[in-house]
């Protein structure tokens, strides 16, 4: 077992993340600001547990997403993430608390550089975490093992571009370079919005997969209120900024309490009856 193995199967079980009255306000061009985009957002995520975020486009899903991942600081508030609190970080220390944090995107082939091939693509995390850095036949074995993970056949793929695959294909190579350094969290930022149904299916059946194999948690971003049924074990309601209800998944859907949660529940009945 290499060190970098031993220091992830020595990481613990207690709360990955906990997030506390988290707001965010984007000004407007014109130097005037808008709403709040997020009005003191709070929630836990445990260790292999995932949870859906549910809510219509514009309700500040993906900031979440993207503030977790450090890609965007929020106004106030605090994130707490393996213990650390994240936003009085700097720098490299902030980057070292942030390396099993994840995030895979909605669009695949935006997120995929198209002048690196799929090994370059999905070893690059290895290669900004300096994993296996003098021994680069190590790292390709890495790569195999991960494109394998996700049903990629290595020797298919290892020497193609973006452009060559589907979108299914490039949402699977998203997939293997999250999981390639062994992640404790991943926030899936509408993995599935791109897909065609049945193709949505069985990406999440594949991330449900790695989830038991590995122990990883998820952040499931969605509008789709029925992918969660299925695949999450609690449920964020979020409407304008807010959380406004939370609880099991099926505890949300079949007895939903918040009139926002009502709507989106029939509002997704009236759809399964076309």
Same mark, same amino acid.
């Given at each position: 077992m290499s060190e970098f193995d031993r220091q992830q199967s020595e990481l613990g079980d207690t709360d990955l993340l906990q997030v506390r009255n988290v707001d965010k306000t984007y000004p407007s061009g014109a130097g005037s600001v808008k709403g709040k985009v997020l009005n003191g957002i709070s929630f836990d995520i445990r260790s292999?547990?995932?949870?859906?975020?549910?809510?219509?486009?514009? *309700?500040?899903?993906?900031?979440?997403?993207r503030i977790l991942a450090g890609l965007e600081q929020p106004d106030g508030g605090s994130i707490r993430f393996e213990g650390h609190d994240v936003l009085a970080l700097k720098g490299r220390q902030k980057k070292l608390a942030?390396? @099993?944090?994840?995030m895979i995107f909605q669009d695949p082939y935006e997120s995929l550089s198209p002048r690196m091939t799929i090994e370059q693509l999905v070893s690059e995390p290895l290669v900004i975490q300096k994993v296996d850095g003098k021994d680069k036949q190590a790292r390709r074995e890495r790569v195999r093992e991960a494109l394998a993970e996700v049903s990629l056949s290595p020797d298919k793929y290892m020497s193609r571009y973006?452009?060559?695959?589907?979108?299914?294909?490039?949402?699977?190579v998203g997939l293997a370079r999250a999981f390639i350094c062994r992640p404790r969290l991943i926030v899936a930022d509408e993995p599935t919005s791109m897909l065609d149904p049945s193709l949505r299916?069985?990406?999440?059946?594949l991330m449900n997969g790695l989830r038991r194999r590995h122990g990883t948690s998820y952040l499931f971003i969605t509008h789709d209120i029925a992918l969660t049924r299925h695949f999450c074990d609690r449920m964020l309601v979020l409407d304008q900024g807010s959380i406004v209800e939370s609880g099991s998944t099926e505890?949300?859907?079949?007895?939903?309490?918040? @009139?926002?949660?009502?709507?989106?529940?029939? *509002?997704l009945l009236e759809l399964n009856r076309f």
């Open positions: 292999n547990e995932t949870v859906g975020l549910v809510g219509v486009s514009g *309700a500040g899903k993906s900031t979440v997403g942030l390396m @099993p944090l994840q973006p452009h060559e695959l589907s979108g299914g294909e490039r949402q699977r299916l069985e990406l999440l059946e505890q949300v859907i079949d007895r939903p309490e918040h @009139p926002f949660t009502q709507r989106l529940i029939q *509002a």
